[in-house]
T-cell receptor
């Protein structure tokens, strides 16, 4: 199946700093990417939908100025957590959608963010 | 709105016993349904998916699920549990096209030796 990578896999930062997470589709083009957040022992909550070349669509309750999403190319989307606080600590998972015969979402391995 | 309900946040079975993880969906139209598995500190792995081609869907690692429209269910089963099956399992639904998956709350499967 298609491969989606995330970088970094794990990051620890100080409160007040910004952290960028990259999501790449390695062997296919993804016009749409989704960003999810997963709290410990909880389910995945959709944060936003990212379409290449346009502004991301955020789910209700997700601060767009806090979680900046950029989808500059068909293989790369980035999530930047700005002015991170301890409550932003979580597992962030991206997913790339391919319509090329699959109509399926492929998930990245996730990024564990810990804000001190 | 599309949604799924997973009954039981934790299921414990003995090794070799039947695994049954329950999922009910809420949808006004025939949905796409999925089961994913997540091992600790890892991403999601697709077990199987229902896309209306067949009501009984076979997936990886010996898992299968049956779509029952009359019961609005898509329960996941495996005849004989292995220790390696211990993980978190998520049922998910997608309405159509490139709409995002909506996940259930997950069921943690424990396998007892």
């Amino acid at each position: 199946g298609a491969v989606v990578s995330q970088h970094p896999s794990r990051v620890i930062c100080k409160s007040g700093t910004s952290v960028k997470i990259e999501c790449r589709s390695l062997d296919f083009q993804a016009t749409t990417m989704f960003w999810y957040r997963q709290f410990p022992k909880k389910s995945l909550m959709l944060m936003a939908t990212s379409n290449e070349g346009s502004k991301a669509t955020y789910e209700q309750g997700v601060e767009k100025d806090k979680f900046l999403i950029n989808h500059a190319s068909l293989t790369l989307s980035t999530l930047t957590v700005t002015s991170a606080h301890p409550e932003d600590s979580s597992f962030y998972i991206c997913s790339a959608f391919t319509s090329g015969g699959h109509n399926e979402q492929f998930f990245g391995p996730g990024t564990r963010l810990t804000v001190l | 709105a599309q949604s799924v309900t997973q009954l039981g946040s934790h299921v414990s079975v003995s090794e070799g016993a039947l695994v049954l993880l329950r999922c009910n969906y809420s949808s006004s139209v025939p949905p796409y349904l999925f089961w994913y598995v997540q091992y600790p500190n890892q991403g999601l792995q697709l077990l199987l998916k229902y896309t209306s081609a067949a009501t009984l869907v076979k997936g990886i690692n010996g898992f299968e699920a049956e779509f029952k429209k009359s019961e609005t269910s898509f329960h996941l089963t495996k005849p004989s549990a292995h220790m390696s099956d211990a993980a978190e399992y998520f049922c998910a639904v997608r309405k159509s096209g490139n709409t995002p998956l909506v996940f259930g709350k997950g069921t943690r499967l424990s396998v007892i030796a």
